[in-house]
């Protein structure tokens, strides 16, 4: 079982990589660390997966029975 030492540290190390992504700002006042979730980087992303989900939606061309040419 993990201790709540090495579940902070490694929480912190998420928290790190989203605040590189630009995703997480984080402001420290004393020991206590405040986080904001800033949605707008994801927003290139969800037009990327928006315009490839209709390929995936579709269904695969259907074969033709009988022999391949």
Same mark, same amino acid.
């Given at each position: &079982?993990?201790? %709540? =030492?090495?579940?902070?540290?490694?929480?912190?190390?998420?928290?790190? &990589?989203? =605040? *590189?992504?630009? &995703?997480? *700002?984080?402001?420290?006042?004393?020991?206590?660390? @405040?986080?904001? @979730?800033?949605? %707008?980087?994801?927003?290139?992303?969800? =037009?990327?997966?928006?315009?490839? =989900?209709?390929?995936?939606?579709?269904?695969?061309?259907? %074969?033709?029975?009988? *022999? &391949?040419?």
């Amino acid at each position: &079982m993990r201790t %709540r =030492e090495s579940a902070l540290h490694a929480l912190g190390g998420h928290i790190k &990589m989203l =605040e *590189r992504a630009g &995703m997480v *700002r984080r402001t420290v006042v004393g020991h206590t660390h @405040l986080c904001r @979730l800033d949605p %707008r980087p994801m927003h290139a992303g969800l =037009e990327w997966l928006r315009f490839y =989900e209709r390929f995936w939606n579709q269904r695969p061309p259907q %074969r033709k029975k009988g *022999r &391949m040419r």
